[in-house]
């Protein structure tokens, strides 16, 4: 024991490599426990300031994951100092690095989980869709912890070509069977982040119309105005153009009408100021513009232009049959009349001079006709 030196060599390595390697784990924990009681509260306290959700999430990963993972390192580097047996080495390495991706992952799964969960939580309103958001967080785990798996063998020298090669093939193999059912999946993920639509919604697609009632994962269906259901394919939906009615905010309304062409002077002129304060006594109307735009074939027409604050189309017909009602009377009370498809013919004079040409020479043909017949 008096000879013990730094430089003594037991089992392989000096005495100044075991101390150089517990220094590093002795140090490391020193540090971790001052930055635990130091430095961590008041780092959770500043992002707390910028957000609660996030420094949730950060205690999390430095508690649970970040200390593991720290350990795991400061184990590394301590027994990298020593000079350990091939087999022994590569077994400790191998084991060391299985942990550090292991809670890597974990970290990372973490940290996009909660970018998702707080994404999507704007956007999941109904039980079918809150189990689309765990079926997908199950997806993107299965992804992230597969990826984890190949770089794990990749490390440990394990052969991945094959594996790779093997994927690759049946996976393009699945994807050209199923492209018809894997486009309708896509554009159903397209709908539920987009949400061109929701149930309840009333959508215009080409020649179809009518209120979404489920959308699926490879259809949508829809309950057409005249009752019967609409089954439509998610690639077919989002391939059209869709007239989403439900997200109106308000709706223009257009429409004309004619008055007869001996309306006087006078009163056509008191007919844009008659609309105007019809449109502007009714709630949630907007009055543009009422002007004489035009003569028709058989009336003197009046377009008019305005807007509704609500997007309910019941509402809408309300407004305008009050319209028309008031419209009726104000023109019954100023003895203006509303045009109607008519027709005037008008008989010129020189109408019994063509008779008269037309029967003098059915009598010369008479005339002539006796003569011959002598």
Same mark, same amino acid.
């Given at each position: 024991?008096?000879?013990?030196?730094?430089?003594?060599?037991?089992?392989?390595?000096?005495?100044?490599?075991?101390?150089?390697?517990?220094?590093?784990?002795?140090?490391?924990?020193?540090?971790?426990?001052?930055?635990?009681?130091?430095?961590?509260?008041?780092?959770?306290?500043?992002?707390?300031? &910028?957000?609660?959700?996030?420094?949730?999430?950060?205690?999390?990963?430095?508690?649970?994951?970040?200390?593991?993972?720290?350990?795991?390192?400061?184990?590394?580097?301590?027994?990298?100092?020593?000079? &350990?047996?091939?087999?022994?080495?590569?077994?400790?390495?191998? &084991?060391? %690095?299985?942990?550090?991706?292991?809670?890597?992952?974990?970290?990372?799964?973490?940290?996009?989980?909660?970018? %998702?969960?707080?994404? *999507? +939580?704007?956007?999941?309103?109904?039980?079918?869709?809150?189990?689309?958001?765990?079926? $997908?967080?199950?997806?993107?785990?299965?992804? &992230? *912890?597969?990826? @984890?798996?190949?770089?794990?063998?990749?490390?440990?020298?394990?052969?991945?070509? /094959?594996?790779?090669?093997?994927?690759?093939?049946?996976?393009?193999?699945? @994807?050209?069977?199923?492209?018809?059912?894997?486009?309708?999946?896509?554009?159903?993920?397209?709908?539920?982040?987009?949400?061109?639509?929701?149930?309840?919604?009333?959508?215009?697609?080409?020649?179809?119309?009518?209120?979404?009632?489920?959308? /699926?994962?490879?259809?949508?269906?829809? +309950?057409? %105005?005249?009752?019967?259901? %609409?089954?439509?394919?998610?690639?077919?939906?989002?391939? $059209?153009?869709?007239?989403?009615?439900?997200?109106?905010?308000?709706?223009?309304?257009?429409?004309?009408?004619?008055?007869?062409?001996?309306?006087?002077?006078?009163?056509?002129?008191?007919?844009?100021?008659?609309?105007?304060?019809?449109?502007?006594?009714?709630?949630?109307?907007?009055?543009?513009?009422?002007?004489?735009?035009?003569?028709?074939?058989?009336?003197?027409?009046?377009?008019?232009?305005?807007?509704?604050?609500?997007?309910?189309?019941?509402?809408?017909?309300?407004?305008?049959?009050?319209?028309?009602?008031?419209?009726?009377?104000?023109?019954?009370?100023?003895?203006? +009349?509303?045009?109607?498809?008519?027709?005037?013919?008008?008989?010129?004079?020189?109408?019994?001079?063509?008779?008269?040409?037309?029967?003098?020479?059915?009598?010369?043909?008479?005339?002539?006709?006796?003569?011959?017949?002598?």
């Amino acid at each position: 024991m008096n000879n013990l030196r730094l430089s003594s060599i037991i089992l392989t390595n000096s005495l100044f490599d075991y101390l150089t390697s517990a220094a590093i784990i002795i140090i490391g924990y020193i540090f971790i426990k001052i930055f635990d009681r130091v430095f961590f509260t008041k780092i959770c306290q500043l992002v707390d300031r &910028i957000s609660s959700s996030f420094s949730e999430l950060f205690q999390k990963i430095i508690k649970k994951r970040g200390y593991a993972l720290f350990y795991i390192i400061l184990l590394y580097l301590s027994l990298s100092q020593l000079n &350990i047996m091939k087999q022994i080495n590569r077994v400790i390495n191998s &084991i060391l %690095l299985i942990l550090s991706v292991y809670f890597t992952v974990l970290i990372i799964i973490d940290v996009i989980l909660f970018f %998702l969960k707080k994404y *999507w +939580r704007k956007k999941v309103v109904n039980e079918e869709q809150q189990k689309v958001f765990s079926a $997908s967080i199950f997806f993107i785990k299965v992804i &992230i *912890w597969f990826i @984890a798996l190949l770089f794990i063998l990749d490390n440990l020298n394990i052969e991945i070509t /094959g594996l790779m090669t093997g994927l690759g093939i049946g996976g393009i193999a699945v @994807a050209f069977a199923a492209q018809t059912i894997l486009a309708d999946i896509f554009n159903y993920f397209t709908i539920f982040f987009d949400k061109p639509f929701d149930v309840g919604d009333f959508i215009i697609v080409g020649d179809y119309k009518g209120t979404i009632e489920h959308i /699926g994962i490879k259809t949508t269906r829809i +309950r057409s %105005l005249s009752g019967e259901q %609409l089954v439509i394919s998610n690639t077919d939906l989002m391939n $059209s153009r869709i007239n989403n009615y439900k997200r109106m905010q308000r709706r223009r309304i257009n429409f004309s009408f004619g008055v007869t062409y001996d309306t006087p002077l006078e009163k056509l002129k008191q007919i844009p100021e008659m609309v105007e304060s019809i449109i502007k006594d009714i709630d949630k109307t907007e009055f543009v513009r009422a002007h004489f735009s035009e003569y028709g074939n058989f009336s003197l027409i009046h377009q008019v232009v305005y807007f509704i604050n609500d997007s309910d189309y019941k509402v809408y017909m309300d407004i305008q049959q009050t319209i028309n009602f008031k419209l009726r009377e104000l023109f019954d009370q100023s003895e203006i +009349r509303f045009a109607f498809p008519t027709q005037t013919i008008h008989l010129v004079d020189k109408l019994s001079d063509r008779e008269n040409y037309y029967s003098s020479d059915y009598k010369s043909a008479d005339i002539n006709k006796e003569g011959s017949e002598n």
